[in-house]
C-alpha cells in the first residue's frame, strides 16, 4: 500500500463518479477530496480515501495532496451564480500551488474544446483560464479538451432527451445549427485513464473527440429515429441565450441559469482542430450513433450511474450563511404511529419523489417547482437517481439527501430559492406494535422576509405535510 496514491476531485460528479470505480477496479490506490465525505459512503472502496475538504478553502488542501504524484482536477462551477469565473480561478490558484508544493508530478485536466477569442462564452474562457492556471504552477498538466459529452445522465443528453420526447414541434434557434463534435462518456473515461500512462515532457493540451461532427440539431434528429419519435424543427433567426435558458428551464430538468449558461457555450464551435494528441492513445471513439443507443439503454433502466444534477456544484456553491443572523428557528413537527415494522415504514420514505411523487397533493409541489424556477431556482423536476434508493449527497427533485441512516432516518436539505435553509427530516422508532413516524420541517429564517415567507405559506404547509405523513402511513400500511 506504499504505491502514491491518485486523488480525484470532482468524485461527486458526472464524470468523477464513474472514473472512481474504473481507477479502483484498476487497482489504483485513489484519494478523493470531497466538500461532504457521506455523499461518497457505499461508492467508495475500502481501499480509496475519502477527506472532506474545498478547493476554496487553501488550508484542506495540504494533507489532501500528501504522497499524491498524479491529480485529477475534475472541478467546475458551471451551476454557480455570476461570480463563477472569479471562484474556479481562486480554486485553480489554491490546487495549483498546493501540488507544487506537495510535489505532484502530473495534473489531468478535463477542460473544453472552443478557440480563444475575445468573444468566448463565460463558461468555455473559464475551463481555459483553470488549465492556464494549473499550468502556470510548473506541475505537468495534461489538458483534455472535449465538446458535447454523450451519456446517460449527462447534461446536453439529459437536455435532448427532453426536448424531443416532449416537444414534437420544436422552434429551433441559431445555436442548435453550430458544429460540435460529441464522444461518449465511455470515451472520455478511457482517455482519463489513459492519461495516466502518457508520456509527458511538460504540459500538453489534447483536444478529443468523436468521429462525427455534428449540431444539436443533428443529435435532436438522431435521437428522435433511434425512440421512432417524428419530430419538426422551425428554425427562428435569434432567440437569444438568456431567453432560452428560460425556455430550457420550463421544457427541461435543466434551470434556467444552466440552461442559459449551457446555451451561451453552445454558441460557439466546438470541434476538434489538432487531431494528433489522440494518436497517443489506444481508443478508437464510438460514432455518435453508438453513443446514444448505450445512452438509451441505460435511460431505459431508469436511473444512471451517475447523473449532472448530483454534482453538489450543480446548484452552484451552497449559500454561504457566515455572519447572517438567523432568528428563531421554526420547527414543524407531527408524528402517527403504524402497525408496521421500522425497515418496511423507512423503505416507504425511500422512495419519496421523483416520479413516486410525495404522497399528497402533487399537483402542489408542481407549482412549488414552477414558482422556484420563475426566481432562478432549481425547481421540482431534477427527479431522483434511482426509484428506491437514497444515498447521501443524491439530488431529490428541489432538495439534496443530506442524512441517510437506515432504518432509523432520512434528513433533506432543500436548495430551491428561500429566504433562509430548510431541511425536511423523516425519524422512525420501533414500538413494540409496529413503529413511530415523526415528520420535522425545519427552517432557519433570514430577517422578516424569512419570517414573512414562513408564516405566509404556514397553511399550505400545514396542509401538505400533514397530507403527506398521512400518506406515509398509508403506504407503509398497505398489505403486500
Given at each position: 500500500?506504499?504505491?502514491?496514491?491518485?486523488?480525484?476531485?470532482?468524485?461527486?460528479?458526472?464524470?468523477?463518479?464513474?472514473?472512481?470505480?474504473?481507477?479502483?477496479?484498476?487497482?489504483?490506490?485513489?484519494?478523493?477530496?470531497?466538500?461532504?465525505?457521506?455523499?461518497?459512503?457505499?461508492?467508495?472502496?475500502?481501499?480509496?480515501?475519502?477527506?472532506?475538504?474545498?478547493?476554496?478553502?487553501?488550508?484542506?488542501?495540504?494533507?489532501?495532496?500528501?504522497?499524491?504524484?498524479?491529480?485529477?482536477?475534475?472541478?467546475?462551477?458551471?451551476?454557480?451564480?455570476?461570480?463563477?469565473?472569479?471562484?474556479?480561478?481562486?480554486?485553480?490558484?489554491?490546487?495549483?500551488?498546493?501540488?507544487?508544493?506537495?510535489?505532484?508530478?502530473?495534473?489531468?485536466?478535463?477542460?473544453?474544446?472552443?478557440?480563444?477569442?475575445?468573444?468566448?462564452?463565460?463558461?468555455?474562457?473559464?475551463?481555459?483560464?483553470?488549465?492556464?492556471?494549473?499550468?502556470?504552477?510548473?506541475?505537468?498538466?495534461?489538458?483534455?479538451?472535449?465538446?458535447?459529452?454523450?451519456?446517460?445522465?449527462?447534461?446536453?443528453?439529459?437536455?435532448?432527451?427532453?426536448?424531443?420526447?416532449?416537444?414534437?414541434?420544436?422552434?429551433?434557434?441559431?445555436?442548435?445549427?453550430?458544429?460540435?463534435?460529441?464522444?461518449?462518456?465511455?470515451?472520455?473515461?478511457?482517455?482519463?485513464?489513459?492519461?495516466?500512462?502518457?508520456?509527458?515532457?511538460?504540459?500538453?493540451?489534447?483536444?478529443?473527440?468523436?468521429?462525427?461532427?455534428?449540431?444539436?440539431?443533428?443529435?435532436?434528429?438522431?435521437?428522435?429515429?433511434?425512440?421512432?419519435?417524428?419530430?419538426?424543427?422551425?428554425?427562428?433567426?435569434?432567440?437569444?441565450?438568456?431567453?432560452?435558458?428560460?425556455?430550457?428551464?420550463?421544457?427541461?430538468?435543466?434551470?434556467?441559469?444552466?440552461?442559459?449558461?449551457?446555451?451561451?457555450?453552445?454558441?460557439?464551435?466546438?470541434?476538434?482542430?489538432?487531431?494528433?494528441?489522440?494518436?497517443?492513445?489506444?481508443?478508437?471513439?464510438?460514432?455518435?450513433?453508438?453513443?446514444?443507443?448505450?445512452?438509451?439503454?441505460?435511460?431505459?433502466?431508469?436511473?444512471?450511474?451517475?447523473?449532472?444534477?448530483?454534482?453538489?456544484?450543480?446548484?452552484?456553491?451552497?449559500?454561504?450563511?457566515g455572519g447572517v443572523r438567523f432568528g428563531n428557528r421554526l420547527v414543524d413537527s407531527r408524528a402517527v404511529t403504524v402497525p408496521v415494522d421500522a425497515a418496511r415504514v423507512f423503505a416507504v420514505i425511500e422512495r419519496i419523489g421523483g416520479d413516486n411523487g410525495w404522497y399528497y397533493a402533487d399537483w402542489l409541489w408542481a407549482l412549488r417547482g414552477w414558482l422556484d424556477l420563475l426566481v432562478g431556482g432549481v425547481g421540482m423536476r431534477r427527479g431522483r437517481?434511482?426509484?428506491?434508493?437514497?444515498?447521501?449527497?443524491?439530488?431529490?427533485?428541489?432538495?439534496?439527501?443530506?442524512?441517510?441512516?437506515?432504518?432509523?432516518?432520512?434528513?433533506?436539505?432543500?436548495?430551491?430559492?428561500?429566504?433562509?435553509?430548510?431541511?425536511?427530516?423523516?425519524?422512525?422508532?420501533?414500538?413494540?406494535?409496529?413503529?413511530?413516524?415523526?415528520?420535522?420541517?425545519?427552517?432557519?429564517?433570514?430577517?422578516?422576509?424569512?419570517?414573512?415567507?414562513?408564516?405566509?405559506?404556514?397553511?399550505?404547509?400545514?396542509?401538505?405535510?400533514?397530507?403527506?405523513?398521512?400518506?406515509?402511513?398509508?403506504?407503509?400500511?398497505?398489505?403486500?
Amino acid at each position: 500500500m506504499s504505491e502514491p496514491r491518485i486523488l480525484l476531485t470532482g468524485a461527486t460528479g458526472y464524470v468523477g463518479g464513474r472514473l472512481l470505480p474504473l481507477l479502483e477496479r484498476e487497482g489504483r490506490l485513489v484519494r478523493c477530496l470531497v466538500r461532504r465525505p457521506g455523499s461518497l459512503v457505499g461508492r467508495a472502496g475500502t481501499h480509496t480515501d475519502v477527506v472532506g475538504g474545498d478547493l476554496l478553502d487553501r488550508a484542506c488542501l495540504d494533507p489532501a495532496l500528501r504522497g499524491v504524484e498524479t491529480a485529477y482536477y475534475l472541478v467546475h462551477s458551471m451551476g454557480a451564480r455570476d461570480d463563477f469565473e472569479e471562484r474556479d480561478r481562486q480554486a485553480a490558484r489554491n490546487f495549483a500551488e498546493t501540488a507544487r508544493v506537495a510535489g505532484v508530478r502530473r495534473i489531468i485536466y478535463l477542460g473544453g474544446l472552443g478557440e480563444d477569442r475575445p468573444d468566448l462564452s463565460p463558461h468555455l474562457r473559464s475551463r481555459h483560464e483553470v488549465g492556464n492556471i494549473l499550468r502556470a504552477s510548473g506541475v505537468p498538466v495534461l489538458e483534455l479538451r472535449a465538446s458535447i459529452i454523450i451519456g446517460s445522465g449527462s447534461l446536453s443528453f439529459e437536455m435532448i432527451r427532453a426536448l424531443v420526447e416532449r416537444l414534437p414541434v420544436m422552434i429551433t434557434p441559431r445555436w442548435v445549427r453550430v458544429p460540435a463534435q460529441p464522444i461518449a462518456i465511455d470515451d472520455v473515461l478511457a482517455y482519463l485513464v489513459g492519461s495516466l500512462e502518457v508520456p509527458m515532457a511538460g504540459s500538453t493540451i489534447i483536444e478529443i473527440g468523436g468521429p462525427d461532427v455534428m449540431s444539436y440539431a443533428d443529435l435532436m434528429r438522431e435521437y428522435a429515429r433511434q425512440r421512432g419519435l417524428r419530430r419538426w424543427m422551425i428554425p427562428v433567426p435569434v432567440l437569444t441565450p438568456r431567453l432560452s435558458g428560460l425556455w430550457l428551464g420550463l421544457v427541461t430538468p435543466l434551470y434556467a441559469r444552466v440552461g442559459r449558461k449551457l446555451v451561451d457555450s453552445i454558441r460557439h464551435p466546438t470541434v476538434v482542430r489538432d487531431p494528433s494528441g489522440m494518436k497517443l492513445f489506444a481508443i478508437q471513439p464510438m460514432g455518435v450513433r453508438e453513443a446514444i443507443a448505450r445512452a438509451l439503454r441505460n435511460e431505459d433502466q431508469e436511473f444512471a450511474a451517475t447523473r449532472w444534477s448530483d454534482a453538489l456544484s450543480a446548484t452552484g456553491h451552497a449559500p454561504s450563511w457566515g455572519g447572517v443572523r438567523f432568528g428563531n428557528r421554526l420547527v414543524d413537527s407531527r408524528a402517527v404511529t403504524v402497525p408496521v415494522d421500522a425497515a418496511r415504514v423507512f423503505a416507504v420514505i425511500e422512495r419519496i419523489g421523483g416520479d413516486n411523487g410525495w404522497y399528497y397533493a402533487d399537483w402542489l409541489w408542481a407549482l412549488r417547482g414552477w414558482l422556484d424556477l420563475l426566481v432562478g431556482g432549481v425547481g421540482m423536476r431534477r427527479g431522483r437517481r434511482h426509484p428506491t434508493e437514497l444515498r447521501e449527497g443524491d439530488t431529490l427533485d428541489c432538495w439534496r439527501v443530506e442524512k441517510v441512516e437506515r432504518p432509523y432516518r432520512l434528513r433533506l436539505r432543500a436548495e430551491m430559492r428561500l429566504p433562509g435553509r430548510a431541511w425536511l427530516e423523516f425519524e422512525v422508532e420501533p414500538t413494540i406494535n409496529g413503529a413511530r413516524i415523526r415528520q420535522i420541517a425545519t427552517f432557519d429564517p433570514v430577517g422578516l422576509l424569512g419570517l414573512a415567507y414562513w408564516y405566509g405559506v404556514w397553511p399550505l404547509h400545514k396542509l401538505v405535510f400533514a397530507g403527506m405523513l398521512r400518506g406515509v402511513a398509508r403506504a407503509a400500511s398497505v398489505t403486500e
